[in-house]
């Protein structure tokens, strides 16, 4: 059977964070009761009219900065002209074939184009599940109607569900350090579809595809994504062939349902908006829209952390792309920066320190924000620098660690409550520990003398148990050598 | 009260200035002879005068005015003519009547239109055709047939309508009185219920050229509800000139030599009204403006393509027509649709959707922007050899009741000397020149982007020389 | 040249609900004005660019300052049916 790849696209919308509407002075909302956001504009009434926010424009250019594009010269409106209850003018005011942004790329990603246009409003069910089916009634809360809209659109560059899910939170990493959105999947800041196709791996023709919907978390889609190509590759592996269709990821079963299309194929009938002018992407407004740009994106912090830091570049990556791991980190290696300073005996390195924000993540669980746990960076400085002063040992440190995220304060004080200071080769005691592993099991020091290295496991192990792990693996291991070969 | 409906706007405001006249014993004059109307010219007309005495100090003295159907007036029903919108009560009110009511014209009446604008005899209103007061068994031209019949029988003192394609030109021109459609942009569109975005502008409807530029200077000016709206270079005039002192004027052969396109009587009229000019001091030559004889194909294409999707918003969903309610939503839409939209507004959304469907818009849509750009172009050629462009207003006198309604083309063609005006986005005035079987004709003259003032200067002396009187049409 | 088919797609783009007469009827009217309007596909109209904006301005842009909404109520006023202080409409699903 032949291996298949992969062949996967994102489309994203990202919700603007400005103060109104794409095209009325209407105030965005959140949670607001219903339809006390509107105006003639957004509810299309008759005679109505829109205008251009500014602001919103002034994002897509940062947006289209950020990701490497093109900013057209010129670009245009159109309309996209289809009937829905959640679309008052019977058609979306968006971007077609002259958008603001052509080109560009994020991590490994190639973007195809980068366009605004006006968000629908909001279509509530009656009826228990509050689901569309099994309801009768629907009603539509205009409140989200015309909210600026960034709509991303990458090339088919993705090759599996994982890197999928990587890139997107790369994304909104980039995008909540512009500042431009609260790129929030749960809230609907941040939407993502996905285009999912696969063909034998080495071939470049591509696959038929189909559009995955409804993802919304970043688990979700890369659940939603995996679904889709084992379907694809259960498909073609039964002969059968893949039907161009747009889906419906449930993560609750994992299945995928087509869903039914609102109409047949969509013909949007694109013309230019006559109601609106053409944008024209000055000097001045790309310049401040640049301007606006943080100094320094994640793609360019994982750079530096590879290359000025000397950072693994998978931890680079991981730390640039979930800024709250690269802030955590940054703060810590400020402070080993002082405290290292103090402690004089050669400064932590960076990828040393680096090790540590992982160990920290397992116990405190991967999505959350080390921030809000109870080791400080500080802390976590503190106690990387205590290991490389090897104050205390590595595996004992571990058990520092857990204390830590379970009661807060400081490494020091815990090593010492709890007695788990290192023990080294200067500690008598320790010398005496040696001996009685060697004389509890002759025959792995024998085997030692003899040269085999790979026996000295279990004599290590003796010594770490009788010490409670509050002696250095290394060490212990040197010291056993020495012994065994006087 | 004879005395009142005779005089011009212009005139009733100077004597109200002068403390002669109430401005509220002028509302109630007019008034009442609008709830007496006859010729089904409205759709709403006012309970009573309106409160307050700011008026005075106003340009326009609490001069009333009727406005079209399809002004959003708050509070007031706006239809655009259509059972789709019967009843509807807008929240909110058009910049230009807001404007005219600030400059002192209260909001005397709404008046009767073609559906949604649609239409060159006011036969396609929802609520039955309007009459012409020159003769109750012909049409008074649309799609702002209320208006001018109004405004020509004496029943308001002058109205604000709109022009698409000829719609206030035209009508004027079969009404015996003054329309002008200002320069795309000029005027503000927010809240005027669309037909085609990129060609509706509102102007006035009046007696004669001097209450045109009344109106026009009151309702110009950049609005920032509506992107399209520009400020307008300099001021309008109002007109003084005595004489056409080198004015070039242009005949566009491509147009008023058009085989069997002009009735006999109409083109008499507009030679003779050329001579005048003439005597005037005018030149006279012929032009070339090689495209306009495709303006009326591609106005079919673009007007319409631009309506379809102006008006997918009557869906039954936020105002308006409801039918069957308790099917499905597509059935909901679509009969809702049938039964609220006439029979010539669903021919034109028929015909816009079409003309952008998939695989038809290059050739369709797009081809008649490319036209578009080619009858601009021949405009501006032409204005820097002449002032102004003339042409009759309409190739015909008011035609009887019914006579066109069965030939949609042949109604369209009604429309083919005054849509390259509007395609090229240019002002352009119809004043009356006469009488051909004593039915008025229209003459029309056509400037640059922004001649308002020269324009009106230009009318304004041809008028005086003609001396229309409209008076029979006031009964 | 527009047949009983095209104007039934069409009708349904346009949801448009049309009568069998209204069907034929728009066939006949429709092929008449197009064969009339079809004259502009042989002009010679090479590289002439399309006119999508008829005024000479680029950039009309709006700062982000909230303006007053509409009061809801007098939104709902409108609504052929207000429900839950929202725009009542049959379930799209129910199809």
């Not at chain 1, 509050?130 to 088919?156: A, K």
């Not at chain 1, 959105?181 to 034998?200: E, F, T």
């Not at chain 2, 026009?216 to 992107?227: V, W």
């Not at chain 2, 006439?342 to 036209?371: C, F, H, N, P, W």
Request: hydrophobic share 40%.
């Amino acid at each position: 059977m032949a291996e298949y790849e992969p062949v996967i696209g994102l489309e994203i919308h990202v919700q603007l964070n400005t103060r109104t509407k794409m095209f009325c002075g209407c105030r965005l909302s959140s949670g607001d009761p219903p339809n006390i956001h509107t105006c003639p504009t957004c509810l299309g009434l008759p005679g109505a009219l829109p205008v251009v926010n500014g602001r919103a424009i002034h994002f897509g250019i940062m947006i289209g900065l950020a990701l490497g594009c093109e900013i057209a010269e010129r670009s245009l409106f159109h309309r996209k002209n289809y009937f829905y209850p959640d679309l008052p003018k019977g058609y979306q005011i968006s971007q077609y074939d002259v958008p603001l942004c052509l080109g560009g790329h994020l991590g490994d990603v190639r973007i195809h184009r980068v366009h605004l246009e006006e968000d629908a409003a909001k279509l509530n069910h009656l009826g228990t599940s509050g689901r569309i089916h099994g309801s009768d009634r629907s009603w539509v809360d205009f409140n989200r109607g015309g909210t600026p809209l960034v709509e991303i659109v990458t090339e088919p560059d993705i090759r599996s569900p994982e890197q999928a899910r990587e890139w997107l939170i790369l994304l909104r990493t980039t995008l909540r350090q512009l500042g431009v959105s609260d790129v929030d999947m749960s809230q609907g800041s941040l939407r993502c579809d996905a285009n999912v196709s696969i063909r034998p791996a080495g071939t470049t023709q591509l696959g038929t595809k189909t559009e995955l919907k409804n993802m919304n978390s970043f688990a979700f889609l890369e659940r939603g994504v995996r679904a889709e190509i084992e379907r694809q590759e259960r498909l073609l592996a039964a002969g059968e062939e893949v039907v161009q269709e747009t889906l419906h990821f449930d993560p609750v079963s994992g299945s995928l349902t087509p869903l039914r299309s609102k109409e047949e194929a969509h013909d949007y009938r694109y013309f230019p908006e006559p109601d609106l002018v053409p944008l024209l992407a000055t000097e001045e407004m790309v310049a401040a829209a640049r301007a606006d740009l943080p100094a320094e994106l994640p793609a360019e912090r994982a750079q530096r952390f590879e290359q000025k830091l000397g950072l693994h570049a998978d931890t680079a990556k991981l730390f640039a792309y979930r800024a709250e791991l690269g802030d955590y980190f940054e703060r810590a290696l400020a402070a080993a920066g002082a405290d290292g300073a103090r402690n004089g005996d050669g400064a932590l390195e960076p990828a040393e320190l680096s090790n540590w924000i992982p160990q920290l993540v397992e116990r405190i669980g991967s999505d959350a924000d080390p921030a809000t746990s109870n080791v400080t960076p500080e802390s976590l400085a503190t106690l990387a620098t205590m290991v490389k002063a090897k104050e205390v040992s590595r595996d004992a440190a571990r058990e520092v660690l857990t204390m830590l995220v379970q009661e807060g304060g400081d490494p020091r004080a815990i090593v010492q409550r709890e007695g788990l200071g290192a023990i080294t080769a200067e500690d008598d005691g320790l010398a005496e520990i040696v001996d009685r592993a060697i004389a509890a099991d002759p025959a792995a020091a024998d085997q030692v003398r003899s040269g085999n290295m790979k026996a000295i496991g279990p004599l290590v192990g003796f010594v770490m148990r009788e010490t409670k792990g509050r002696a250095d693996g290394g060490e212990i291991t040197r010291l056993i050598r020495e012994r065994l070969s006087s | 009260m004879s005395d009142l409906i005779d005089l011009t706007a212009a005139q009733a405001a100077e004597r109200i200035g002068a403390g002669e006249i109430d401005p509220a014993e002028l509302f109630e004059a007019y008034r009442q002879r609008a709830a007496a109307d006859e010729l089904n010219a409205f759709t709403w007309v006012a309970e009573a005068p309106p409160t307050g005495d700011g008026r005075a100090q106003t340009p326009l003295k609490g001069v009333p005015i009727a406005a079209k159907d399809l002004f959003c007036t708050e509070g007031v029903p706006s239809q655009s003519g259509s059972r789709i919108l019967e009843g509807y009560r807008p929240p909110y009110t058009a910049t230009v009547i807001q404007k005219l009511a600030d400059a002192g014209a209260p909001l005397l009446a709404k008046t009767n239109q073609d559906e949604f604008a649609m239409g060159s005899s006011n036969e396609n209103s929802g609520f039955g055709p309007v009459l012409n007061p020159w003769d109750r068994r012909r049409v008074p031209g649309g799609s702002s047939g209320g208006s001018a019949a109004a405004v020509a029988a004496g029943l308001a003192p002058w109205a604000i309508g709109t022009d698409t394609g000829g719609s206030i030109r035209q009508p004027a021109a079969l009404c015996g009185i003054v329309g002008l459609k200002p320069t795309y942009g000029a005027c503000s569109r927010y809240g005027m219920i669309a037909f085609a975005s990129s060609l509706d502008q509102a102007g006035p409807l009046t007696r004669d050229v001097t209450d045109a530029a009344l109106i026009l200077r009151n309702t110009i000016g950049r609005d920032p509800h509506d992107s399209t709206s520009l400020e307008f270079p300099g001021t309008i005039e109002l007109p003084s000139a005595e004489d056409l002192k080198g004015i070039r004027l242009g005949v566009p052969e491509d147009l008023t030599g058009a085989e069997g396109g002009i009735e006999p009587g109409v083109m008499d009229n507009f030679k003779q009204t050329l001579a005048l000019a003439q005597r005037l001091g005018a030149s006279i030559e012929p032009c070339r403006l090689p495209h306009a004889p495709h303006a009326l194909s591609a106005y079919y294409l673009i007007a319409p393509a631009e309506a379809s999707a102006n008006l997918a918003r009557f869906d039954a969903v936020r105002y308006g027509l409801r039918v069957a309610g308790d099917e499905d939503l597509t059935t909901m839409y679509s009969r809702t649709r049938e039964e609220g939209f006439g029979a010539e507004v669903k021919r034109r959304i028929m015909l816009g959707t079409y003309a952008l469907s998939s695989g038809y818009y290059d050739a369709y849509y797009g081809t008649a922007q490319k036209v578009r750009t080619r009858i601009a172009d021949d405009f501006r050629a032409a204005f820097e050899r002449f002032d102004f462009i003339v042409t009759p207003t309409s190739p015909c006198t008011a035609f009887e009741l019914g006579s066109k309604t069965d030939d949609p083309l042949a109604m369209y063609l009604n429309d083919f000397l005054a849509v390259p005006m509007s395609l090229a986005g240019i002002p352009a005035i119809s004043i009356p020149s006469g009488l051909s079987d004593g039915l008025p004709v229209g003459f029309q003259l056509a400037g640059p982007a922004f001649s308002e003032s020269r324009l009106i200067d230009a009318a304004y002396a041809l008028e005086r020389a003609i001396e229309f009187d409209g008076s029979p049409a006031r009964g | 040249m527009l047949d009983k088919a095209q104007v039934l797609h069409v009708a349904r783009l346009a949801r448009l609900e049309l009568s069998d007469d209204e069907v034929d009827r728009m066939a006949a009217e429709l092929s008449h004005v197009l064969d009339h309007i079809e004259k502009i596909r042989e002009l010679d109209l090479e590289g002439v660019p399309p006119t999508s904006h008829v005024v000479d301005v680029v950039n009309v842009l709006r700062a982000d300052e909230p303006t007053p909404p509409l009061p809801r109520e007098v939104i709902l006023a409108a609504a052929p049916e207000p429900l839950n202080d929202g725009f009542g409409v049959p379930s799209p699903g129910a199809q």
